[in-house]
């Protein structure tokens, strides 16, 4: 039944939820209105746009494609969990600085498209980073800008791991 | 004034909340005793209503309320329209739907998805009727007609006729004739709508929480649709919206939907439109048939226009339509110095969705008409497509410059500009390089297209959609102007707080007012807080307020210059008093005023502050307490349409030239953007980055028009374009990498020279690119006079030529 609920178990930014939610509940409105972690935003609904990506036991997926209860003992992050002790993340200060922000919308789920790139390709050319975030949609940008940052955070995050 | 902050990339205040997740958008918003709203549509092009059976899903657990036809045709009434035309346009299908996606009943539940599930079960009995989609097939005669009452499917007709273009037309070397299609492309932003409505019974108050961008000329409209008076529709505009790119203009009919749900219900509720209902049945920019005639002297010199143009506009005309046919009306011409224009202009009432603004609202489809004929027309005269156009420019000496049809261009250096653009992109070299490819056989092409940018829409323009009888009748109330209000205050500690009402959707707004008071009263951006949370029962609007028309750098800056001002002579006032001397002996700067001959005689801001609020016995004789000032900024120029159709449709009118280099792939159709310059004049920038973020959003939205998106019907009028499967919007992979170049010609309208450009580059890029695709294509001897340029349009292009291939 849809309308069942179970209880699931789910860290999310480092915090331990427990929560009843119904079988067909997306974890994208699960993260939104249960956990009200208003910062993932939703955009298309069916997995194109990239708006609602979370990193989930490490690794980006669109949490609008998923149920809630799939999540059951997973870790995740959103970009509420990105700044720590008041401090802006690299890439965050590179989309600050480099004006990788217009209306804000896409912008969680390209920090978060972006952190796994950088993670698995510290260093990449504009052409790599170009393929990397072709998975988001973002309607101001034009995404020269948000070329940049990401760009600029892998400059700025290379310099501090050396 | 010192400028040390204008001009500045400063960066923007907005992001850390943005960037952190603490933005509120509106579904972020919450209510107590939240229900949720779900929208059953018509799956029918065409049909009669028979009967609406929703008692199994009111019998659905969760379910409180259904909305129907009926409640919409005793509660509501029709909106007001732009046009005398005697169609009904209600906020939901009544007796009849008109196009797939048209509201039919709303569910109203305890939670979205249990309102989604009743929405299925309610019954609704269709007599489908035959549809019309084209909106010249719409004109036939015999064609079905959408409103009975109308008797056909006119919304809209005039005739506008600038100078003498019958002897032009007579009297020219040339004369070339076009019909061009541009079709259906729409703003798309990653937010969909979002409504919350709560209804007071107590006090008759409709709250709405919404993403609404203005004009607030439709908080009106929406209030007498809902039968209730103005003041008690209140309007609470979201801290941000997720873009809108003038969509969101045209999200007023589900405001009184929902309102109207949430009256019914007596409870509130929130309706958050999902991706398919967006691209199905929110709004998009007409589909545009045109029959373009120019007519030219040998040399190139442009004598007249002739264009009869026929906008789909939908199955109603939804204000502010027909604006998409009348906002370019005062810059139809460009920038060129032709005197001479005809406009035969059809509104068609189809079977499809309602239109309405989209960035760059009407220029793009005059500008791809009128750029594509200045590329014909240099083919046939044997002239550089650069020259031609050098030839035809408003020369640097003559603004303000009144157009034909009356616009008032009040800047601009339109050689200088295209030159810098072609010396950017190395125009020489790439046509050399041009050359080589051709001998290779590749399909290199090179485009160009200028136009002028108007911004800050006069509130009368949209008048000339009917004709100058009617609007000289003295029951008519006339329309003119194009306002914008701020305040600015002074806390006793010397704090600045300014108030904005201008419902950003992404345009750094805070950041921009910051920059501008930091120059004004010589403190630091980071220290002026930008407040700008809309509420019609709280902020100083008129009905011109929002962000469209690219109009905040125009007017609302200039409304804060204005507050900024006037609170500053009340503190030289106060200082004046207190160092006892004349305001005119003081000066500004660091934290103080100071006597500009001994600037050791100096009080601090801080001081004048506390002055004003705690210190009332010390002010100059007859001040008012406090500091607070609220500046209103308005165009004088902005008149109603005169008796013979001029208007200044706009204020400022900036100006774009560009440049794209783009190869064709002969075997795909695909194309290949290798180099995209764009030259700006915007006059004076406050903040560069801001700018060329609108700049590279503007040209990749235009170039999406250009080859991707399309809004696509089938011939029932069935909608083929619901998800971002099938309408492609462009991705990193995709998008283009600009080189922007600027001039500068500032305003001489506005006190700190400041033009808009927030639409520019979307206003050119189509036929910048269709340009180039065409010059590609140029050996193959086809016409370019269609968008979008997908793979398959190009490649039928380059198949169905005669391939009598001219250089190989």
Redesign the interface.
Known sequence: M?DELRTIQVTVNGTKYDRQV?C??LLSDFI?EDLR??????????G??G?CTVLFNGQTIRSCLMFAVQADGAEIT???G??RGGQ?HPL?EA???N?G????????GF?LTALELLQRNPNPTEEE???G???????????????ESVLAAAAKMGAKTV | MSKTWIGKNVKRHEDPRLLTGRGTFVDDITLPNLYHAAILRSPHAHANILAIDASEALKYPGVVEVVTGEDVVQKTRPFSVVVKTPFKYYCAAVKKVRYVGEPVAVVVATDRYVAEDAAALVRVDYEPLPPVVDPEAALEPGAPILHEEVGNNISCHRLLDYGEVDRAFAEADLVLKERFVFPRYSSVPLETYAVIADYDSSSGVLTVWSNFMGPFTLHPVTAMALNIPENKLRFIIAKDIGGSFGIKSSIYPYIALIGLAAMKASRPVKWIEDRQEHLMASSSQTDRVSYREVAMRKDGTLLAIKTKIIDGVGAYLRAPEPATTFRPIGNYVGPYKVKNLRVDAYDMMTNKCPTGPNRGYGCHQIYFEQERMMDMAAEKLGLDPAEIRLRNFIPADAFPYVTPSGGIYDSGDYPKALKLALEMSQYEKLREEQKKARKEGRLFGIGIAVGVDPSVSNMGYITVAMPAEVRSQPEYLPKSGAVEAATVRMDPLGGVTVLMNSTPQGQGHETVVAQIIADELGVSPDDVVVVDDFDTSESPWSVSSGTYSSRFASVGTSAVVIAARKIKEKMFQIAAHTLKVSPQDLELGQGKIFVRQDPKRNISLKRVAGTAHWDLLRLPEGMEPGLEARGVFHFPMADAPDSKDRVNSSNTYGFMAEVAAVEVDRDSGQVKILKYISVHDAGTIINPKIVEGQIYGGALHGVAGALFEELVYDQEGQFLTGSFMDYLVPTAAEAPKLEIGHVCSPSPFTPLGSKGAGESSSETAPVLIANAVADALAPLGVKVTELPLTPKRVWALIHDSSSTEVGR
């Not at chain 1, 922000?101 to 969680?108: E, K, R, S």
């Not at chain 1, 975030?133 to 070329?147: E, M, V």
């Open positions: 849809p119904r067909r509940k939104r972690l208003v910062g993932t935003h939703v955009g298309c609904e069916h194109i746009c708006a959103t970009v509420e990105l700044a802006l965050q989309f600050w600085e004006h922000v217009q209306c804000g919308y896409c912008t969680p920090l980073v170009r393929i975030i072709a998975g988001n949609i973002c309607r101001c940008t034009g995404y020269q800008h948000i070329i």
